[in-house]
């Protein structure tokens, strides 16, 4: 990051709070992730991201600017990358995840909102996030009511732009996200100056569906072999969670010799775990980087997470873009719009898939348990949870809800009722 002090402050990042940031983050992947025995060799390659994500991956975005390619910061997974990538730009997830920005966002936020809002509405007042202070727009969203009226305030201080994502799913709410689409392309066009051919298009696609097979890849590795558990689920999270900020070519090819590794282990009877620990899977809302509570509390407690289904998870990566017969740009369109509206975010009503796909995946995966987590003043899925929870209960399924913002200061209450569910279950 020292190496890049130049470019950060030309990007208006205030270089010693950024620093002490960044030095708190470091110090925490250290003692959560670093600690762990046993790793994949592979992992050094994320370790390495790590301490460059806001230094060189800065540079590389930066250098895409200079080329007049577009560098779009975004807050939800609706934002259809395959384009941004198609326009030879970079698409990222906005700092989000940490405590240390709140107390800035609650000048100009109420208290009583969800932390990833106010996180990321922090560092932009703190001017401490390098990708914030390096995005060309934020791709802001309609999906809950806390971010659609934070847009109007940080844009006051940033370019945002906001997609309208509808409720429902009927033909006619379909038709204006559609158009949500093609107008997002226009506004990358704008800054291209170019407008995006069908073959950029489609080769976007195919960049962007390689990461999602990479994430298939890694997500049954880590599931789908009940005695063996050959990553942990911090360091599956972790890797995930960079895949919103890493160049998307290098990013598959990291993720896929990581899944060699792992196959190899699986072949070998390589656990991380011993056998019989409990295999969770966590349901709910996102994990921006660096909230790895959760995680840190169910496996130092003698259990295992193996699957997030969650948008830094299964509901990212589950769907690719059918590229089949795609002739013209309508029908690469109404493409894109199926992948992104089999979305089953808690935003829409009704969510039902949502909930045979839990089911399904639990059983799939052959798991021991589930962990619904929420957010605090997260509506949507709080709300959500009791029908979900109910048809776990009606299947036996034993399920723990843990509702938690960022603060340390509930850790280790979360961590008592972890180790209660696992005794439990
Ligand atoms: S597709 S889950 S990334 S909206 S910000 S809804 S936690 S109160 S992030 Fe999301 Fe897109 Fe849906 Fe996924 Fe709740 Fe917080 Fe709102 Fe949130």
């Known amino acids: 990051v020292h190496e890049h002090k130049d470019l950060l402050e030309k990007l208006g990042?205030?270089?010693?709070?950024?620093?002490?940031?960044?030095?708190?983050?470091?110090?925490?992947?250290?003692?959560?992730?670093?600690?762990?025995?046993?790793?994949?060799?592979?992992?050094?390659?994320?370790?390495?991201?790590?301490?460059?994500m806001q230094g060189q991956r800065i540079a590389e975005i930066n250098k895409l600017r200079e080329n007049k390619k577009p560098a779009i910061g975004a807050f939800c997974i609706f934002v259809p990358e395959e384009l941004i990538v198609a326009a030879g730009g970079a698409c990222f997830g906005l700092c989000g995840g940490s405590p240390a920005t709140i107390a800035d966002a609650e000048t100009e936020l109420p208290r009583n909102i969800c932390p990833l809002i106010k996180s990321a509405h922090g560092f932009k007042l703190?001017?401490?996030?390098?990708?914030?202070?390096?995005?060309?727009?934020?791709?802001?969203?309609?999906?809950?009511?806390?971010?659609?009226?934070?847009?109007?305030?940080?844009?006051?201080?940033?370019?945002?732009?906001?997609?309208?994502?509808?409720?429902?799913?009927?033909?006619?709410?379909?038709?204006?996200?559609?158009e949500e689409l093609v107008e997002f392309k226009e506004h990358l066009e704008e800054i291209t100056e170019e407008k995006l051919s069908l073959e950029q298009m489609k080769e976007g696609v195919k960049i962007v569906n390689a990461k999602r097979e990479a994430l298939q890849r890694l997500d049954r590795l880590r599931s789908m072999n009940p005695d063996i558990i050959p990553i942990s689920g911090k360091d599956g999270l972790f890797i995930t969670q960079m895949g919103f900020l890493d160049d998307p070519i290098r990013y598959t090819q990291k993720v896929n010799e990581l899944c060699d590794e792992l196959e190899k282990r699986v072949e070998d009877k390589i656990s991380v775990f011993e056998k019989q620990t409990p295999r969770l899977m966590v349901l709910g809302t996102p994990f921006a980087p660096p909230n790895w509570k959760l995680h840190t509390a169910v496996e130092t407690s003698g259990g295992a997470i193996v699957n997030e289904e969650s948008c830094i998870g299964h509901r990212y990566y589950k769907d690719n873009v059918d590229l089949d017969n795609v002739q013209d740009e309508d029908t690469l369109m109404q493409k894109l719009l199926d992948k992104?509206?089999?979305?089953?975010?808690?935003?829409?009503?009704?969510?039902?898939?949502?909930?045979?796909?839990?089911?399904?995946?639990?059983?799939?995966?052959?798991?021991?348990?589930?962990?619904?987590?929420?957010?605090?003043?997260c509506h949507t899925y709080n709300v959500e949870a009791h029908l979900v929870t109910q048809a776990l209960e009606n299947e036996g399924i034993p399920c723990l809800v843990i509702e938690s913002d960022y603060s340390p200061e509930d850790a280790g209450q979360i961590k008592t009722r972890v180790e209660a569910f696992l005794e439990s279950i």
């Open 340 to 377: 992104y509206s089999a979305v089953d975010c808690a935003c829409f009503t009704p969510n039902a898939p949502r909930i045979d796909k839990v089911l399904k995946m639990y059983k799939d995966r052959k798991l021991d348990g589930v962990i619904y987590y929420t957010l605090s003043f």
């Open 126 to 178: 703190q001017k401490t996030c390098a990708y914030t202070q390096s995005s060309d727009f934020i791709y802001g969203e309609t999906t809950c009511e806390a971010k659609k009226k934070t847009w109007e305030i940080l844009g006051k201080h940033h370019p945002v732009k906001v997609m309208n994502i509808p409720h429902m799913k009927r033909e006619k709410d379909l038709k204006l996200w559609k």
């Open 13 to 52: 990042v205030d270089v010693p709070r950024h620093a002490k940031m960044m030095e708190m983050g470091f110090e925490s992947y250290k003692n959560q992730f670093m600690s762990q025995e046993n790793r994949p060799e592979a992992m050094k390659y994320f370790n390495w991201f790590m301490s460059e």
